[in-house]
């Protein structure tokens, strides 16, 4: 069977970045080139404004919208002139030119580059993963950066002890992995301490319960086969709207029956104490 044939192709990520003292800046495109192809193309996000107000809400719509139309019209004329040129290297200095380093709101960030077997698909790809962001959108990306931000707290404000990430506690016929657990075990081997990150801030009130009965379930199964960390804390990232507070509400309280410690997720200070002392 013939593998598929892959293509090096150079993008970089259009930013808007207002004010040069901040430095903040917000994704709002990409553009990618296929030198071997001479292919160019781009995706640019150019109907929700709010993106942009919200995280620079004294800015002026219209002067942002005119921003917006100058770098779309220099877009779309190297795209016309890379699509007429047939020099592979007059093509990847056309593309240079567009996304060289610039002193305006609207700037690009460094060339990377990427293989692909399809580049008619990459900008749709590369847009849904710096502008869209679907990646955080991911099952239990919230926790998982939860669990780093915490596991490193514990390694530099609890030095003198030992923490694992992502560990097995249970027996062969059950185990469940654990986010962070200590080294300081019971005579059966299980962790003393444990931490598991739970973000309950979800869209659906159904997620949030399935989600939570779950961990309730498991600590049950770990407490019947006496493998239950003396201390398992629940890091918790709690709903916003009322409908979604209700629904924690229950699947909290059947947690803390099953055995679980239940702590806000923004008291890291909690949290560390509770895990190791």
């Known amino acids: 069977m013939n593998r598929p044939v892959k293509y090096a192709c150079n993008y970089a990520v259009l930013r808007f970045r207002p004010y040069p003292e901040t430095a903040e800046f917000v994704n709002l495109g990409v553009v990618m080139h296929c030198p071997m192809l001479g292919f160019f193309d781009t995706q640019i996000e150019t ?88 990646f955080a959108q991911v099952k239990e990306y919230q926790e998982n950066v939860m669990a780093d931000r915490f596991f490193k707290a514990l390694k530099e404000f609890r030095p003198n002890q030992t923490f694992h990430r992502n560990k097995a506690v249970g027996t062969e016929e059950y185990r469940i992995r654990i986010p ?48 239950l960390p003396e201390r398992l804390i629940f890091a918790v990232r709690h709903p916003k709207d009322i409908a979604g507070k209700k629904a924690a509400g229950d699947v909290l309280a059947s947690l803390k029956d099953a055995g679980g410690i239940l702590v806000d997720a923004a008291d890291t200070e909690r949290i560390l104490e509770l895990a190791a002392d």
Request: glycine share 4%; aromatic share 8%; charged share 35%.
């Open 180 to 227: 962070i657990c200590s080294d300081w075990r019971n005579p059966e081997g299980v962790p003393m301490r444990a931490v598991k990150p739970l973000d309950l801030q979800k869209k659906e009130t159904t997620d949030i319960i399935e989600h939570g009965d779950l961990w309730a379930q498991r600590l049950r199964r770990l407490r019947m086969v006496e493998r």
């Open 47 to 134: 109907h929700k404004v709010a993106r942009v107000t919200n995280f620079f809400p004294e800015l002026d719509r219209k002067t942002f919208a005119a921003a917006r139309r100058t770098i779309l019209e220099e877009v779309d004329r190297i795209k016309t002139m890379i699509a007429h040129q047939k020099d592979v290297e007059a093509g990847r200095i056309l593309f240079g030119e567009l996304v060289r380093p610039r002193e305006a709101v609207f700037r690009f960030g460094e060339i990377r580059t990427i293989l692909t077997d399809d580049p008619t698909t990459l900008a749709g790809h590369l847009f849904a993963q710096y502008v869209l962001r679907h």
